[in-house]
Nanobody
Framework: GQVLVESGGGSVQAGGSLRLSCAAS????????MGWFRQAPGKEREGVAA???????VYADSVKGRFTISQDIAKNTLYLQMSSLKPEDTSMYYC????????????????????WGQGTQVSVSS
């Protein structure tokens, strides 16, 4: 089955940057959408950024202008460049993929994804 492995998390001060990576393998056909989600303790998992099935980048309002999603198809790797980090960005970040054809905001809805990585922790101190 499909395997997603995240890396790149860590601890940074507010205003700093991190780049997360997600290496994908094992799928029989390319997923139609891939994205990043996050979950803080005691909170629901929320969508951060994703490519919809038309390869349009979709972002949550809370990260627009600060985070950038990108993909290296040859390496089967998804990235999330995070800049101007804030303490409220502290969360476990998950990579996800889906066989569904998604458009726009649907691409950052967790219910639409069926493949998940184990997550990588991002901690931002003030």
């Amino acid at each position: 089955g499909q395997v997603l492995v995240e890396s790149g998390g860590g601890s940074v001060q507010a205003g700093g940057s991190l780049r997360l990576s997600c290496a994908a393998s094992g799928y029989k056909k390319n997923p139609l959408s891939m994205g990043w989600f996050r979950q803080a303790p005691g909170k629901e998992r929320e969508g951060v950024a994703a490519f919809d099935s038309m390869r349009n980048a979709v972002y949550a309002d809370s990260v627009k202008g600060r985070f950038t999603i990108s993909q290296d198809i040859a390496k089967n790797t998804l990235y999330l460049q995070m800049s101007s980090l804030k303490p409220e960005d502290t969360s476990m970040y998950y990579c996800a993929a889906t066989d569904l054809r998604l458009k726009g905001a649907a691409a950052i809805l967790k219910a639409n994804y069926n493949y998940w990585g184990q997550g990588t922790q991002v901690s931002v101190s003030s």
